[in-house]
């Protein structure tokens, strides 16, 4: 497995490569949300690919994540996937999250999910 962190002007891209197991999808989230703390940050591009797809999502405790995402309404996270495969299984995963309110969505390019993240920054500003 690897992975990646970039700032990429207000939103942090996260990447992973070649994710195979329960424990590195469970060690790339709390990276990833270290990531997240560290650079205060609530909109997040993960970007995965070669990887085995997570449809078992209870198995990854994902669940629990989206709680957290979910208590913070201006957290975004878009999904995107390198097969037909992966984005099914972010699909499903996507359909979880707002099940229990996290604000998460899948999209087919980086171009449209940098923007959907980028136009929840607007939107919580035209709020103040």
């Not at 690897?2 to 700032?7: G, I």
């Not at 990429?8 to 790339?28: I, K, P, W, Y």
């Not at 972010?90 to 959907?116: C, K, M, T």
Request: proline fraction near 3%.
């Amino acid at each position: 497995m690897q992975y990646k962190f970039t700032l990429l002007q207000d939103c942090l891209r996260a990447e992973l490569v070649g994710r195979e197991s329960v424990a590195e999808t469970q060690e790339f989230i709390r990276l990833a949300t270290a990531e997240v703390v560290k650079h205060r940050c609530p909109r997040i591009l993960v970007w995965v690919r070669r990887s085995r797809p997570i449809f078992k999502v209870e198995q990854y405790r994902i669940s629990e994540h989206f709680k957290q995402i979910a208590a913070n309404p201006q957290v975004r996270v878009a999904l995107l996937a390198d097969t037909e495969e992966l984005r099914a299984a972010h699909e499903y995963i996507e359909v979880l999250a707002r099940q229990q309110g996290a604000n998460v969505r899948v999209f087919r390019d980086e171009p449209s999910a940098l923007e959907w993240l980028r136009a929840g920054v607007l939107q919580s500003q035209e709020k103040r």
